[in-house]
């Protein structure tokens, strides 16, 4: 089991309640039927998955994806929330096969054993996922995010008018700050992957300088690049 440095109680976008962290996957198994309309007579499959920080599990998601979407759609969606900062590359790695956000027409780019990858848009949801799949995601091969996802459960639903939705999610943590104790604001982009976090008075006084400073945000790539929000 991971070790989760803070609480991890979230939040139900369906029914906007604030739900304790390992009991989330179950309430949204009831509250996900709001996503199907009473006069719908053609419901499609969507899956309901969760994500979180490889190494930082505190910050976590579920999404409902339709089963029809690519995992384009799912890393656009990851990018949207909590990744994106400088239109880096990315890519999904499912059972050893690699999905990128880009492939490179040349060869294997970053990846491996010349092993060309495939495109994240060139599949849907229903031929590479179903229930307990396990992805994992990268973001930016440089500064590098990486996520876990897993397929909980596939369940129908209407159409929804976006590919992938947001189901719940984690409140933002309450992170002391190293040097004080206080409730930090600041993380330290040097030390981004010690998880350095400061109040905005001991930022100034930390070694790597102020200048390396950024907004602590409710999201993995907190503290990493340039990365400033939006976060959930």
């Not at 499609?44 to 490889?54: E, F, L, W």
């Not at 010349?114 to 996922?129: F, G």
């Amino acid at each position: 089991m991971k070790k989760k440095r803070f609480g991890s109680e979230g939040r139900c976008r369906l029914c906007k309640k604030n739900i304790e962290g390992d009991k989330i996957s179950g309430h949204l198994e009831k509250c996900r039927g709001k996503l199907l309309k009473k006069d719908d007579n053609r419901p499609v499959n969507v899956m309901q998955i969760s994500a979180c920080g490889k190494h930082t599990p505190e910050f976590w998601l579920q999404l409902a994806a339709w089963d029809g979407a690519t995992l384009s759609d799912i890393d656009k969606f990851l990018r949207h929330v909590w990744l994106e900062c400088c239109g880096h590359l990315s890519s999904f790695n499912i059972n050893g096969v690699i999905y990128e956000s880009q492939a490179d027409d040349d060869g294997a780019g970053f990846f491996p054993f010349d092993a060309k990858p495939l495109s994240m848009s060139s599949v849907t949801l229903n031929e590479v996922l179903k229930p307990g799949t396990v992805l994992q995601h990268e973001y930016d091969f440089g500064t590098t995010t990486e996520l876990e996802l897993e397929v909980l459960d596939v369940f129908q639903a209407s159409k929804p008018q976006a590919p992938v939705i947001l189901l719940a999610h984690n409140i933002e943590p309450k992170i002391k700050c190293v040097s004080c104790g206080k409730i930090a604001s600041l993380i330290c982009s040097g030390c981004c992957y010690d998880f350095q976090c400061f109040c905005e008075k001991c930022a100034p006084k930390h070694e790597c300088g102020e200048d390396m400073m950024l907004p602590l945000v409710n999201s993995p790539r907190t503290g990493m690049c340039g990365y400033d929000g939006p976060g959930l």
